[in-house]
């Protein structure tokens, strides 16, 4: 059988033997629900859970424990900031998106215009499709990708987010760091964004755990959710007419249901392990290798997180295919982002991407490389 070379980081993180022991220690010796009792074992729940949270405020700079709120993800931490938006503003607010966009960034935002009214614009990108600061227009909201999945260039988060400032005082800046946080060190402070979110699982964490930072929590003033462990008191009457409610302070209030407590656990470990621009010098070293093959067209700059690359002359799911069974792992397709693809000017069908990890190793490398030229020779 073939050995699996997974290039696929870009995708999801693979699992390290500290992060598999950390969730099966929690769900065999410490499990219970949180803030659900006041017995010893919840209470070293409630612990590790806001242990982790002040291990994410310190992995992202955040000014509070507060500011990190957990969800299910980044999709769902996207969809969660729209709708939160959505009931703060009126119907004539103007979205301000890019082509950059995940669909996850991008059509929680679009689906709020097109449902309650509103005006997307673009982003303007440079020739090097980097997000253009010299030149925004007006917005009333911003959806800032810090790093495109597709093109896997660092974008300058901080002067996006003043530039739009400039131009609207009030604007709501939003950063998807979805893919920045594999490969740089985020600072929500010096970017002095009003939210951003990530997965725990893009960085060696498990699935089904992502995070929302919110800069102003309080000024939120009604939750997106709601559920268990978010309220503090309901006064009043028996209808909703007729009764109050009394949220939890933050960041419970945006907390509803029961947490993915055993990713939580192992987030504290994922953080601790996870080491930015760990597969750079193997990044560096397919790079090489894709140049000099025939066929290949890369997408991406030299010193890009990922290779986004096509072969002329051949689908990209049948190349996608002949790779996968050679045991080359790597996406192909419109990767959820398809304005940035179709920027590229790839063939239909899309592009093929190898991203790496901190597991890869120049022989992993080697070997990709072989299976390409095989399949495209
Ligand atoms: C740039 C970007 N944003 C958002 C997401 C969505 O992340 P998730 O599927 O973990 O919610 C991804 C996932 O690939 C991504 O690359």
């Known amino acids: 059988m073939n050995k699996i070379i997974y290039l696929d980081a870009a995708a999801s993180a693979l699992k390290t033997d500290a992060l598999i022991a950390a969730e099966v220690d929690f769900l065999r010796y410490k499990y219970a629900n949180a803030g659900r009792g006041i017995c010893a074992r919840v209470t070293a729940v ?20 507060e500011n990190i709120v957990f969800t299910g993800g980044a999709t769902d931490a996207m969809n969660r900031i729209a709708r939160l ?66 093109f896997g260039m660092p974008q300058d988060v901080a002067r996006l987010v003043a530039a739009a400032r400039k131009k609207n005082p009030d604007v709501i800046t939003v950063v998807d760091a979805a893919q920045y946080v594999v490969h740089e060190k985020i600072d929500v402070q010096q970017w002095d964004c009003d939210f951003m979110c990530f997965s725990a699982h893009k960085i060696g964490g498990d699935t089904g755990l992502g995070i929302m930072y919110m800069k102003n929590p309080e000024r939120w003033v009604l939750p997106d959710k709601f559920g268990g462990g978010m309220v503090a008191k309901i006064n009043g009457g028996e209808t909703a007419h007729n009764r109050e409610i009394q949220w939890e302070p933050v ?106 990890g901190p597991w890869n190793t120049i022989a992993d490398a080697d070997r990709a490389l072989e299976i390409i030229s095989e399949v495209i020779k």
């Open 251 to 356: 960041p419970a209030k945006f907390e509803a249901g029961t947490l993915p407590l055993t990713q939580i656990a192992g987030l504290g470990v994922a953080i601790k392990q996870w080491s930015p621009r760990a597969g750079a010098d193997v990044m560096r070293h397919i790079r090489q290798g894709l140049e000099r093959m025939p066929r290949v067209q890369i997408y991406t700059a030299p010193d890009a997180a990922v290779a986004t690359f096509s072969v002329e002359g051949m689908h990209v799911l049948d190349f996608g295919a002949l790779c996968g069974a050679r045991g080359l792992c790597m996406r192909v397709g419109n990767m959820c982002a398809s304005w940035a693809v179709r920027r590229l000017g790839a063939p239909a069908g899309g592009v093929a991407r190898l991203s790496a």
């Open 85 to 150: 938006i959505d009931s703060s503003l009126g119907t004539d607010k103007t979205i301000m998106v890019s082509d950059l966009d995940h669909h996850s960034a991008r059509l929680p935002f679009e689906c709020i215009c097109g449902s309650r009214g509103g005006n997307i614009v673009l982003c303007p990108l440079d020739t090097e499709n980097n997000l253009d600061y010299s030149n925004l227009p007006y917005a009333d909201v911003f959806v800032i990708t810090a790093m495109s999945n597709v």
């Open 46 to 65: 409630d612990d590790m859970v806001a242990q982790t949270r002040t291990d994410v405020a310190a992995f992202i700079n955040a000014a509070a424990d």
